[in-house]
């Protein structure tokens, strides 16, 4: 299994700025994900992020509005640019320690845009 | 493609009742099929999966379900419903084609009668 942790838990942004969200794991895995979870509805994969290389996005997610870093086995952020009401979700990060196993996932940071 | 199908968005049973939860799955190879809960306010937790081996699974909870391949079905269970349980609950598939991604139902929110 893994722990994982996200910070911040929530926030509330305005319209056109930016939200950083980083995730935390307490052991080294080779591939994170990025979910969004709109209000009432299941989960999205945004991107899945491998350390070392350029994150790989889902069909309608792009990197100029979601940009993701994974610095090393252990950390990974997602930034949500230019924000929008739209954009108000639970964000949620997740891992898998074996391929084609279960996925962990975070607690999620939810995010209010105003 | 595949996909995860969800029947019923919302399902009430009575305390002590049976709790029956239905997931249907789409896939071209044998699937690894999951069942994750969602308290209110909080992150994805793993119930039960499947992985090729016994097509009973038990999993936390006292929850179960059955991988039945003619059917194409993944249901969830529970004999006795407790309060507690009222949750949102997800049915996923990772389908092989891709080593880690996963593809999650719509999901079922679960309420309990007193």
């Known amino acids: 299994s893994a722990v994982i942790s996200q910070k911040p838990s929530r926030d509330i942004c305005q319209r056109g700025t930016s939200l950083t969200i980083q995730c935390q794991v307490d052991?080294?895995?080779?591939?994170m994900f990025w979910y969004r979870q709109q209000p009432g509805q299941s989960l999205t994969l945004i991107a899945t992020a491998n350390q070392g290389s350029e994150a790989t996005y889902e069909s309608g997610f792009v990197i100029d509005k979601f940009p993701i870093s994974r610095p090393n086995l252990t950390f990974s952020t997602l930034t949500v640019s230019n924000l929008s009401p739209e954009d108000s979700s639970i964000y949620l990060c997740?891992?898998?320690?074996?391929?084609?196993?279960?996925?962990?996932f975070g607690p999620g940071t939810r995010l209010t845009v105003t | 493609a595949q996909s995860v199908t969800q029947l019923g968005s919302h399902v009430s049973v009575s305390e002590g009742a049976l709790v029956l939860l239905r997931c249907n799955y789409s896939?071209?190879?044998?699937?690894?099929l999951f069942w994750y809960v969602q308290y209110p306010n909080q992150g994805l937790q793993l119930l039960l999966k499947y992985t090729s081996a016994a097509t009973l699974v038990k999993g936390i909870n006292g929850f179960e379900a059955e991988f039945k391949k003619s059917e194409t079905s993944f249901h969830l269970t529970k004999p006795s419903a407790h309060m507690s349980d009222a949750a949102e609950y997800f049915c996923a598939v990772n389908p092989g084609s891709s080593a880690s991604k996963i593809i999650f139902g719509s999901g079922t929110r679960l309420s309990i009668r007193p």
């Open positions: 896939s071209s190879v044998p699937p690894y």
């Open positions: 997740s891992v898998n320690p074996e391929l084609r196993g279960e996925q962990y």
């Open positions: 052991s080294q895995v080779t591939m």
